[in-house]
Protein backbone atom coordinates (compact mmCIF):
# COMPACT_ATOMS: atom_id res chain seq x y z
CA UNK A 1 0.00 0.00 0.00
CA UNK A 2 0.79 3.45 -0.82
CA UNK A 3 1.75 6.06 1.95
CA UNK A 4 -0.93 8.35 2.10
CA UNK A 5 -0.01 12.38 3.21
CA UNK A 6 -0.93 13.17 6.63
CA UNK A 7 -2.50 16.70 5.38
CA UNK A 8 -5.34 14.80 3.24
CA UNK A 9 -8.42 12.26 4.46
CA UNK A 10 -7.80 8.58 3.52
CA UNK A 11 -10.57 7.05 1.56
CA UNK A 12 -11.21 3.28 0.94
CA UNK A 13 -12.90 2.66 -2.44
CA UNK A 14 -14.47 -1.06 -1.59
CA UNK A 15 -16.31 -3.46 -4.11
CA UNK A 16 -16.72 -7.19 -4.19
CA UNK A 17 -14.90 -8.33 -7.01
CA UNK A 18 -12.60 -5.59 -9.16
CA UNK A 19 -13.69 -6.72 -12.38
CA UNK A 20 -13.88 -4.70 -15.57
CA UNK A 21 -17.43 -3.21 -16.29
CA UNK A 22 -19.87 -0.53 -15.07
CA UNK A 23 -19.09 -0.40 -11.50
CA UNK A 24 -15.01 -0.61 -12.12
CA UNK A 25 -15.89 2.90 -14.58
CA UNK A 26 -17.16 4.42 -11.68
CA UNK A 27 -14.95 3.79 -8.82
CA UNK A 28 -11.91 5.02 -11.37
CA UNK A 29 -13.93 8.20 -12.17
CA UNK A 30 -14.68 8.96 -8.53
CA UNK A 31 -11.30 7.98 -7.18
CA UNK A 32 -9.83 10.40 -10.26
CA UNK A 33 -11.97 13.10 -9.33
CA UNK A 34 -11.56 12.71 -5.34
CA UNK A 35 -7.70 12.75 -6.07
CA UNK A 36 -8.07 16.26 -7.50
CA UNK A 37 -9.84 17.70 -4.71
CA UNK A 38 -7.11 16.65 -2.31
CA UNK A 39 -8.38 13.37 -1.06
CA UNK A 40 -6.08 10.10 -0.75
CA UNK A 41 -7.71 7.53 -2.60
CA UNK A 42 -7.05 3.55 -2.29
CA UNK A 43 -9.37 1.44 -4.12
CA UNK A 44 -9.61 -2.46 -3.02
CA UNK A 45 -11.11 -5.60 -3.93
CA UNK A 46 -13.14 -8.16 -1.12
CA UNK A 47 -12.64 -11.44 -3.66
CA UNK A 48 -9.29 -12.14 -4.77
CA UNK A 49 -8.62 -15.26 -6.01
CA UNK A 50 -9.64 -18.60 -4.69
CA UNK A 51 -11.24 -18.47 -1.67
CA UNK A 52 -8.11 -19.37 0.29
CA UNK A 53 -7.00 -15.77 -1.28
CA UNK A 54 -10.55 -14.13 -0.39
CA UNK A 55 -10.31 -14.55 3.37
CA UNK A 56 -6.67 -13.23 3.57
CA UNK A 57 -7.48 -10.81 2.22
CA UNK A 58 -10.72 -10.12 3.87
CA UNK A 59 -8.44 -10.01 7.13
CA UNK A 60 -6.06 -7.58 6.09
CA UNK A 61 -8.81 -5.86 4.86
CA UNK A 62 -10.40 -5.84 8.35
CA UNK A 63 -7.32 -4.95 9.88
CA UNK A 64 -6.50 -2.02 8.24
CA UNK A 65 -9.97 -0.69 8.42
CA UNK A 66 -9.91 -1.20 12.59
CA UNK A 67 -6.15 0.29 12.63
CA UNK A 68 -8.50 3.78 11.72
CA UNK A 69 -6.33 3.76 8.40
CA UNK A 70 -9.60 5.50 6.70
CA UNK A 71 -11.73 8.51 7.46
CA UNK A 72 -14.36 7.73 4.84
CA UNK A 73 -15.78 4.34 3.24
CA UNK A 74 -17.28 4.40 -0.06
CA UNK A 75 -18.58 0.97 -1.43
CA UNK A 76 -19.71 -0.73 -4.52
CA UNK A 77 -21.84 -3.87 -4.53
CA UNK A 78 -23.82 -5.34 -1.62
CA UNK A 79 -20.97 -7.90 -0.20
CA UNK A 80 -18.52 -5.05 -0.19
CA UNK A 81 -21.39 -2.33 1.46
CA UNK A 82 -22.38 -4.54 4.19
CA UNK A 83 -18.27 -6.19 4.98
CA UNK A 84 -17.03 -2.53 4.93
CA UNK A 85 -18.72 -0.66 6.54
CA UNK A 86 -19.63 -3.32 9.31
CA UNK A 87 -16.48 -2.78 10.44
CA UNK A 88 -16.13 0.98 9.20
CA UNK A 89 -18.98 1.33 12.22
CA UNK A 90 -16.74 -0.81 14.50
CA UNK A 91 -14.10 1.69 13.62
CA UNK A 92 -16.14 5.08 14.06
CA UNK A 93 -15.65 5.61 10.53
CA UNK A 94 -16.79 9.11 10.52
CA UNK A 95 -18.67 8.60 6.89
CA UNK A 96 -19.55 4.96 5.47
CA UNK A 97 -21.15 5.30 1.92
CA UNK A 98 -23.05 2.18 0.13
CA UNK A 99 -24.19 2.58 -3.15
CA UNK A 100 -27.01 1.23 -4.25
CA UNK A 101 -26.00 -0.53 -7.36
CA UNK A 102 -28.36 -3.30 -7.85
CA UNK A 103 -32.54 -2.51 -6.89
CA UNK A 104 -34.14 -4.87 -4.41
CA UNK A 105 -35.35 -7.33 -6.61
CA UNK A 106 -31.61 -8.07 -7.94
CA UNK A 107 -29.88 -8.96 -4.44
CA UNK A 108 -30.30 -12.17 -2.72
CA UNK A 109 -33.01 -12.58 0.11
CA UNK A 110 -30.60 -12.84 2.81
CA UNK A 111 -28.31 -9.63 1.50
CA UNK A 112 -31.67 -7.44 0.83
CA UNK A 113 -32.55 -8.31 4.54
CA UNK A 114 -28.98 -7.53 6.30
CA UNK A 115 -28.67 -4.08 4.06
CA UNK A 116 -32.27 -3.08 5.41
CA UNK A 117 -31.20 -3.92 8.66
CA UNK A 118 -27.93 -1.81 7.89
CA UNK A 119 -29.52 1.01 6.44
CA UNK A 120 -32.55 1.54 9.36
CA UNK A 121 -29.99 0.89 12.35
CA UNK A 122 -27.13 3.64 10.77
CA UNK A 123 -24.40 0.93 9.97
CA UNK A 124 -24.58 3.24 6.64
CA UNK A 125 -24.11 6.56 7.52
CA UNK A 126 -25.07 7.74 3.51
CA UNK A 127 -26.93 5.78 0.69
CA UNK A 128 -26.22 6.90 -2.58
CA UNK A 129 -29.13 7.03 -5.09
CA UNK A 130 -28.00 7.39 -8.42
CA UNK A 131 -31.13 7.46 -10.61
CA UNK A 132 -34.56 8.80 -9.72
CA UNK A 133 -35.84 5.17 -10.45
CA UNK A 134 -33.52 3.70 -7.97
CA UNK A 135 -34.76 5.81 -5.26
CA UNK A 136 -38.16 5.00 -6.24
CA UNK A 137 -37.60 0.81 -6.12
CA UNK A 138 -36.70 1.92 -2.67
CA UNK A 139 -40.08 3.42 -1.64
CA UNK A 140 -41.66 1.14 0.26
CA UNK A 141 -38.63 0.76 2.64
CA UNK A 142 -38.86 2.20 6.20
CA UNK A 143 -37.74 5.44 6.98
CA UNK A 144 -35.41 5.08 9.02
CA UNK A 145 -33.78 3.48 5.89
CA UNK A 146 -34.58 6.09 3.34
CA UNK A 147 -33.43 9.75 5.58
CA UNK A 148 -29.97 8.23 4.67
CA UNK A 149 -30.43 8.72 1.02
CA UNK A 150 -28.27 10.90 -0.91
CA UNK A 151 -29.04 11.74 -4.57
CA UNK A 152 -25.72 11.86 -6.69
CA UNK A 153 -26.59 11.02 -10.72
CA UNK A 154 -24.34 9.02 -12.23
CA UNK A 155 -21.82 10.17 -14.90
CA UNK A 156 -20.22 9.22 -17.47
CA UNK A 157 -17.41 9.41 -19.67
CA UNK A 158 -18.12 9.00 -23.58
CA UNK A 159 -15.70 5.96 -24.42
CA UNK A 160 -12.54 6.58 -26.31
CA UNK A 161 -13.18 6.60 -30.00
CA UNK A 162 -12.91 4.09 -31.85
CA UNK A 163 -8.54 3.36 -32.82
CA UNK A 164 -9.37 0.95 -35.83
CA UNK A 165 -6.48 -1.45 -34.58
CA UNK A 166 -9.56 -4.25 -34.83
CA UNK A 167 -11.86 -4.45 -37.43
CA UNK A 168 -14.40 -6.86 -35.62
CA UNK A 169 -16.08 -7.23 -38.65
CA UNK A 170 -13.77 -8.55 -40.79
CA UNK A 171 -12.05 -10.67 -37.61
CA UNK A 172 -15.14 -12.52 -37.43
CA UNK A 173 -15.87 -12.49 -40.53
CA UNK A 174 -19.12 -10.52 -40.82
CA UNK A 175 -20.27 -9.41 -44.35
CA UNK A 176 -19.57 -5.70 -44.07
CA UNK A 177 -23.58 -4.91 -45.44
CA UNK A 178 -25.07 -7.07 -42.53
CA UNK A 179 -26.92 -5.27 -39.06
CA UNK A 180 -24.67 -5.94 -36.41
CA UNK A 181 -26.24 -6.13 -32.93
CA UNK A 182 -23.90 -4.88 -30.11
CA UNK A 183 -24.10 -6.07 -26.24
CA UNK A 184 -21.57 -5.21 -23.55
CA UNK A 185 -21.62 -6.85 -19.94
CA UNK A 186 -21.24 -9.58 -18.13
CA UNK A 187 -22.47 -12.82 -18.97
CA UNK A 188 -24.45 -13.51 -16.11
CA UNK A 189 -28.34 -13.61 -15.84
CA UNK A 190 -29.31 -9.89 -14.69
CA UNK A 191 -27.77 -8.63 -18.14
CA UNK A 192 -30.26 -11.26 -19.87
CA UNK A 193 -28.16 -11.52 -23.00
CA UNK A 194 -30.14 -14.96 -23.81
CA UNK A 195 -33.21 -12.79 -24.91
CA UNK A 196 -30.99 -11.14 -27.29
CA UNK A 197 -29.64 -14.40 -28.79
CA UNK A 198 -33.71 -15.26 -28.83
CA UNK A 199 -34.48 -12.36 -31.07
CA UNK A 200 -31.53 -13.00 -33.28
CA UNK A 201 -33.27 -16.03 -34.46
CA UNK A 202 -36.27 -14.19 -35.41
CA UNK A 203 -33.66 -12.07 -37.56
CA UNK A 204 -32.11 -13.70 -40.45
CA UNK A 205 -28.76 -12.37 -41.52
CA UNK A 206 -28.19 -10.17 -38.81
CA UNK A 207 -25.26 -10.60 -36.22
CA UNK A 208 -25.03 -10.32 -32.83
CA UNK A 209 -21.56 -9.20 -31.07
CA UNK A 210 -21.31 -9.45 -26.95
CA UNK A 211 -18.30 -7.75 -25.72
CA UNK A 212 -18.02 -9.51 -21.80
CA UNK A 213 -17.16 -12.54 -19.95
CA UNK A 214 -18.95 -14.18 -16.86
CA UNK A 215 -19.91 -17.96 -15.99
CA UNK A 216 -23.34 -18.12 -18.51
CA UNK A 217 -21.22 -18.08 -21.48
CA UNK A 218 -22.05 -21.88 -21.94
CA UNK A 219 -25.35 -21.53 -21.24
CA UNK A 220 -25.66 -18.85 -24.00
CA UNK A 221 -23.89 -20.75 -26.90
CA UNK A 222 -25.87 -23.70 -25.99
CA UNK A 223 -29.06 -21.36 -26.67
CA UNK A 224 -27.10 -20.68 -29.99
CA UNK A 225 -26.42 -23.92 -30.87
CA UNK A 226 -30.48 -24.83 -30.49
CA UNK A 227 -31.76 -22.06 -32.16
CA UNK A 228 -29.56 -22.19 -34.82
CA UNK A 229 -27.93 -19.25 -34.77
CA UNK A 230 -24.35 -19.96 -33.42
CA UNK A 231 -22.27 -18.56 -36.63
CA UNK A 232 -24.38 -15.36 -36.11
CA UNK A 233 -23.30 -15.22 -32.36
CA UNK A 234 -20.06 -13.70 -31.81
CA UNK A 235 -18.41 -13.83 -28.19
CA UNK A 236 -15.67 -11.90 -27.98
CA UNK A 237 -14.84 -11.90 -24.29
CA UNK A 238 -13.85 -8.86 -21.88
CA UNK A 239 -12.78 -5.95 -23.37
CA UNK A 240 -10.56 -2.96 -22.39
CA UNK A 241 -12.67 -0.12 -22.11
CA UNK A 242 -9.94 1.83 -24.25
CA UNK A 243 -10.76 -0.86 -26.62
CA UNK A 244 -14.50 -0.98 -27.02
CA UNK A 245 -14.90 2.05 -29.54
CA UNK A 246 -13.85 -0.39 -31.70
CA UNK A 247 -16.35 -2.53 -30.93
CA UNK A 248 -19.43 -0.32 -30.99
CA UNK A 249 -17.68 0.63 -34.31
CA UNK A 250 -18.77 -2.31 -35.88
CA UNK A 251 -22.65 -2.28 -34.80
CA UNK A 252 -25.33 -0.53 -36.29
CA UNK A 253 -27.72 -0.70 -32.99
CA UNK A 254 -27.40 -1.45 -29.61
CA UNK A 255 -29.27 -3.71 -27.31
CA UNK A 256 -29.29 -3.74 -23.77
CA UNK A 257 -32.46 -6.42 -22.65
CA UNK A 258 -31.50 -6.11 -18.69
CA UNK A 259 -33.77 -7.95 -16.47
CA UNK A 260 -33.22 -4.72 -14.31
CA UNK A 261 -30.34 -1.50 -13.85
CA UNK A 262 -29.83 1.40 -11.18
CA UNK A 263 -28.96 3.73 -14.20
CA UNK A 264 -27.87 1.73 -17.20
CA UNK A 265 -24.16 3.13 -17.57
CA UNK A 266 -23.33 0.72 -20.93
CA UNK A 267 -26.13 2.04 -22.81
CA UNK A 268 -25.31 5.64 -21.99
CA UNK A 269 -21.64 5.26 -23.30
CA UNK A 270 -23.51 3.72 -26.20
CA UNK A 271 -25.66 6.25 -27.29
CA UNK A 272 -22.64 9.01 -26.39
CA UNK A 273 -21.01 6.94 -29.03
CA UNK A 274 -23.93 7.74 -31.54
CA UNK A 275 -25.26 3.70 -31.50
CA UNK A 276 -29.26 4.00 -31.77
CA UNK A 277 -30.46 1.77 -28.83
CA UNK A 278 -33.03 -1.15 -28.20
CA UNK A 279 -33.40 -1.51 -24.25
CA UNK A 280 -35.45 -3.15 -22.26
CA UNK A 281 -38.54 -0.92 -20.66
CA UNK A 282 -37.34 -0.56 -17.67
CA UNK A 283 -38.35 3.01 -15.63
CA UNK A 284 -34.45 3.88 -15.57
CA UNK A 285 -33.35 3.23 -18.98
CA UNK A 286 -36.66 4.88 -19.89
CA UNK A 287 -35.09 8.02 -17.81
CA UNK A 288 -31.51 7.91 -18.47
CA UNK A 289 -32.13 7.70 -21.91
CA UNK A 290 -34.53 10.19 -22.34
CA UNK A 291 -32.50 13.53 -23.46
CA UNK A 292 -33.23 15.77 -26.17
CA UNK A 293 -35.58 16.53 -28.54
CA UNK A 294 -38.84 14.15 -28.65
CA UNK A 295 -38.02 14.26 -31.87
CA UNK A 296 -34.25 12.55 -31.65
CA UNK A 297 -35.33 10.01 -28.39
CA UNK A 298 -37.66 8.85 -30.98
CA UNK A 299 -35.75 8.14 -33.38
CA UNK A 300 -32.78 7.05 -31.24
CA UNK A 301 -34.12 4.95 -28.49
CA UNK A 302 -37.18 1.85 -28.92
CA UNK A 303 -38.28 -0.43 -26.15
CA UNK A 304 -39.55 -3.72 -25.30
CA UNK A 305 -41.33 -5.86 -22.70
CA UNK A 306 -38.69 -7.51 -20.50
CA UNK A 307 -37.70 -11.08 -21.65
CA UNK A 308 -39.39 -10.99 -24.28
CA UNK A 309 -37.46 -11.63 -27.64
CA UNK A 310 -39.98 -11.36 -29.79
CA UNK A 311 -40.27 -7.66 -29.18
CA UNK A 312 -37.17 -6.99 -28.93
CA UNK A 313 -36.91 -8.58 -32.49
CA UNK A 314 -39.63 -6.14 -34.03
CA UNK A 315 -38.11 -3.11 -32.09
CA UNK A 316 -34.64 -3.97 -34.02
CA UNK A 317 -36.54 -4.63 -37.80
CA UNK A 318 -38.40 -1.19 -36.63
CA UNK A 319 -35.20 0.85 -35.80
CA UNK A 320 -33.58 -0.71 -39.07
CA UNK A 321 -36.60 0.16 -41.53
CA UNK A 322 -36.45 3.98 -39.66
CA UNK A 323 -32.48 4.18 -39.24
CA UNK A 324 -31.85 7.79 -37.59
CA UNK A 325 -29.37 9.91 -39.90
CA UNK A 326 -25.71 10.70 -38.86
CA UNK A 327 -26.77 13.86 -37.76
CA UNK A 328 -29.78 12.81 -35.64
CA UNK A 329 -27.28 10.36 -34.01
CA UNK A 330 -24.49 13.01 -33.68
CA UNK A 331 -27.25 15.03 -32.18
CA UNK A 332 -28.42 12.76 -29.45
CA UNK A 333 -24.84 11.51 -28.56
CA UNK A 334 -23.63 15.00 -27.75
CA UNK A 335 -26.52 15.39 -25.85
CA UNK A 336 -26.20 12.47 -23.59
CA UNK A 337 -22.57 13.81 -22.67
CA UNK A 338 -23.84 17.35 -22.03
CA UNK A 339 -26.20 15.89 -19.59
CA UNK A 340 -24.40 12.91 -17.83
CA UNK A 341 -20.69 14.28 -18.34
CA UNK A 342 -18.68 13.52 -14.84
CA UNK A 343 -18.50 16.64 -13.76
CA UNK A 344 -21.63 17.37 -11.63
CA UNK A 345 -20.97 13.61 -10.43
CA UNK A 346 -17.77 14.45 -9.31
CA UNK A 347 -18.33 17.64 -7.45
CA UNK A 348 -21.31 16.26 -5.16
CA UNK A 349 -18.34 13.56 -3.76
CA UNK A 350 -16.65 16.34 -3.36
CA UNK A 351 -19.31 18.71 -1.38
CA UNK A 352 -20.14 15.42 0.50
CA UNK A 353 -16.61 14.27 2.02
CA UNK A 354 -15.17 18.42 2.51
CA UNK A 355 -16.35 18.03 6.05
CA UNK A 356 -13.69 15.49 6.71
CA UNK A 357 -10.88 17.86 4.61
CA UNK A 358 -11.50 19.99 8.15
CA UNK A 359 -11.77 17.23 10.23
CA UNK A 360 -8.17 16.29 9.64
CA UNK A 361 -6.96 20.00 9.99
CA UNK A 362 -8.56 19.81 13.54
CA UNK A 363 -6.82 17.16 14.06
CA UNK A 364 -3.25 18.30 13.50
CA UNK A 365 -3.60 21.52 14.76
Request: net charge positive; proline share 4%; glycine share 10%.
Amino acid sequence: MTDQKENQPRVLQLVTHDKMGGVRTLVDMVTAGLEERGFAVESRGLRQGGAVDTVKNMALLARDILKGRYQAILTYQIAASIYGNFFGWLARVPMRVSHHTASPEGLRPHWRAIDKLFGTFGIYTHMVMNSNATRDAFGSWPKAYKKHFIDIIHGVDPLPQATGRTDWREKRKIPQDATVLVATGRLVGQKNHGTAIGALALLPGVHLIIAGDGPDQAALENQAQRLGVFDRLHLIGAIDRADLGDVLAAGNIYVFPSIWETFGLAGVEATMAGLPIVAADLAVLREVLSTGEPVGVQAMTRFHDVRNADELALAVQDMVAHYPSAETRANYGRMQVERHGRAHMLELYGNLLAPLKTAVKHKQS
